[in-house]
Structures are given as structure tokens and as C-alpha cells.
């Protein structure tokens, strides 16, 4: 038969209390409840549109983990990377580019309005553009270079000088 101080014993009752709420408590990463993250599955490559066939949400388990990350699948989907993005790595967002609207070389319309009249001619655009931006257009008709904004649909509104 063993016996045993009742000083250890207390000892050894406190470490058991101790390590079972250490146990049962939920980690202090869970509790901080982080968000997710997106990551690619595959390497990307520059000037490559991403596809939600590459990226895999994950939770968030470094409390460290700050700055400008994609949080969601579809913050990235149909994006163009700007640089190579490995998988397993968050994706920041600053990595990132909307597509272009209108590419160097390709046929648009070019719209031209004052009031109520517009004119339209074909053009070709001398920079690769997106939405909302001032890209330098030669009109195929005359051959004169001006300069307009991208719209939506892939026209361009040249503005008046």
C-alpha cells in the first residue's frame, strides 16, 4: 500500500484541474474566430485569369495573417494575377487586376456625342484598357488618333477638345 502527503496530493489535484480546463477550453485561435482565407490549388502564373476551379477557401489560423488578403472565392474569380501566386499562400488582393475591357489592336466603336446627336466610327485601340479608363484610339476612317474612355460594353466615348 502507497501512501502520500496530503501536500502532493494537492499538488497533483491542481496540475489535473489545470490541464483539463487547458484541454476542454477552445483554443484562444478558434475563440479569436480569424475569418478565411483564399489560396490557390495550382500554380498561377502573370497575366493568367483565375478560375474558382483554382482557389480553395481555408480558415484563417495565423492571428499574425494581416494586410490586403482575398477573404472569399469570389474576390479573386475572373481576375487577372499580376504576379505567380503559389498555392498553398494567401492571395492578396494587390496581386490582382480586373480584366480588360478593350485590347491593343482590336476592332471597337468609337462614340462621339454633343446633345442629342452621336457619331460613331470603327477604331482600334493603341493600349489594352478596362472599364473606365483613358486609352488613345486610332479612328480606322481617318486615321487621326484621339483619346477616350472605356465604357462597359467595350466602346469607347471620345470626348470633346
Known sequence: MTFCRVEHLRGWAKAAVIAAITLAAPSAYAAADLGYA???????????????????EVE???????????????QVDGMISKRTLLPGQSISISALREPYTVTRGSSIRLIFTV?????????????????GQLVRVRNMDSGVIVSGTVLANGTIHVAAK
Open 60 to 74: 484563417v489560423t495565423n492571428p499574425n495573417l494581416q494586410g490586403d488578403y482575398a477573404k472569399t472565392i469570389g
Open 38 to 56: 483564399v489560396i490557390p490549388t495550382t500554380i498561377i502564373y502573370p497575366g493568367e485569369t483565375i478560375s474558382s476551379a483554382q482557389l480553395q
Open 115 to 131: 446633345g442629342p446627336m452621336a457619331i460613331s466610327a470603327a477604331g482600334s485601340p493603341l493600349e489594352d484598357g478596362m472599364t
